[in-house]
């Protein structure tokens, strides 16, 4: 039998996320551009007596280790389907920030199915595989495609979009995590005080923005950064005001552009290049407006077997 299998699994920013009004089910529709970034986190699965969680790295202690952890999920969701015990000890090395915005718990939902897939030896097509990403939850499937791609629906629904180049990044951590179903209710709130309500009967259908899918494919970073928009960065600076200062500051840095990453409170910075991705950085660190800063790139491959 395999002794353990490794997976590693990528975080991501959304370049767009467009949302649309609320729906009678309570969640929202979506446009929403993902592009997976060289952040990761790893999970090794390893033969045990039962289904054991446990987690290392800096925000480790925010890590819920029993069974609402998203890997754990992923693992009795397998087991499930295929009638076989999730017996498997599951330690996730945590390297994408907790509750920021860049969808590590999905990450690490996305690697767990992947290494119990390989463990087991459950042979699970790509398809099946998908489909256990979507009923773990929204921002999953993208964390077993990577690359870029567009999400409609919930954000399950996924096409894979081309792009012709790099593009590099700085991202402010902030201290804390802002919960994602509080910054939908507060994107929400903020649509029904403004007059024009906040219904999927009351607002347009959200729509891809042409200019950035195009910017995305011929890889111009600096139509990119004329394109990147996200709905709930409102709602995010509403509910943790001090982003705006983050903000601030990563663009007097000398960033592209700023915006805050999903559901925050993670701030992305679009760079020209490396050494201005680390020049923004800098200024991020400098200004003490985050707790700890973080330069990479993207597209990043999606989930895989590395050990
Ligand atoms: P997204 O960008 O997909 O909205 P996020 O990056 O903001 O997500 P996560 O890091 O995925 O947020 O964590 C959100 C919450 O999910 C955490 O507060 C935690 O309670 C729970 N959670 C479940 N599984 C995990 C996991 N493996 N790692 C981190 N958090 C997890």
């Not at 002794?3 to 990528?10: L, T």
């Not at 970034?37 to 280790?65: F, Y």
């Not at 939908?184 to 347009?204: F, I, K, M, N, Q």
């Not at 000398?254 to 923004?280: H, I, M, R, W």
Request: charged share 20%; with cysteine.
């Amino acid at each position: 039998m395999t002794a353990s299998v490794v997976v590693r699994a990528p975080a991501k920013v959304n370049v767009q996320l467009a949302v649309g009004g609320l729906r009678p089910d309570g969640f929202h529709d979506l446009a929403n551009v993902f592009l997976a970034v060289g952040l990761h986190d790893e999970v090794t699965a390893t033969p045990a007596d039962r289904l054991r969680i446990t987690a290392s790295g800096p925000d480790a202690d925010q890590v819920p280790l029993d069974e609402t952890n998203l890997a754990a999920r992923a693992a009795l969701a397998l087991a499930a389907r295929r009638g076989v015990p999730a017996d498997v000890h599951l330690h996730i090395a945590k390297d994408i920030p907790v509750a920021g915005g860049m969808a590590g718990g999905s990450a690490d939902g996305a690697a767990a199915l992947l290494a119990c897939d390989a463990l087991w030896g459950t042979g699970a097509s790509r398809t099946e595989l998908l489909e256990i990403c979507a009923e773990l939850g929204s921002d999953v499937p993208f964390s077993l495609v990577g690359g870029a791609a567009l999400g409609r629906g919930r954000g399950e629904l996924l096409e894979p979009l081309e792009t012709g180049g790099t593009f590099h990044w700085a991202f402010a951590v902030a201290d804390g995590g802002l919960s994602t179903p509080a910054v939908y209710r507060e994107c929400d709130r903020l649509r029904e005080a403004s007059g024009h309500g906040c219904t999927a009967v009351e607002l347009p259908d959200p729509q891809p923005s042409p200019a950035l899918l195009d910017a995305l494919r011929t890889g111009d970073t600096g139509a990119l950064a004329g394109a990147l928009a996200n709905d709930l960065q409102a709602a995010a600076v509403s509910l943790r005001p001090s982003l705006a200062d983050t903000l601030r500051a990563g663009s007097t840095g000398g960033a592209l552009a700023a915006l805050v990453s999903g559901s925050g409170p993670t701030c992305a910075f679009l760079a020209k290049d490396p050494e201005n991705a680390e020049a923004v950085a800098e200024a991020l660190l400098a200004s003490g407006t985050c707790r700890a800063v973080r330069v990479t790139s993207g597209p990043a491959p999606g989930a895989m077997v590395v050990g």
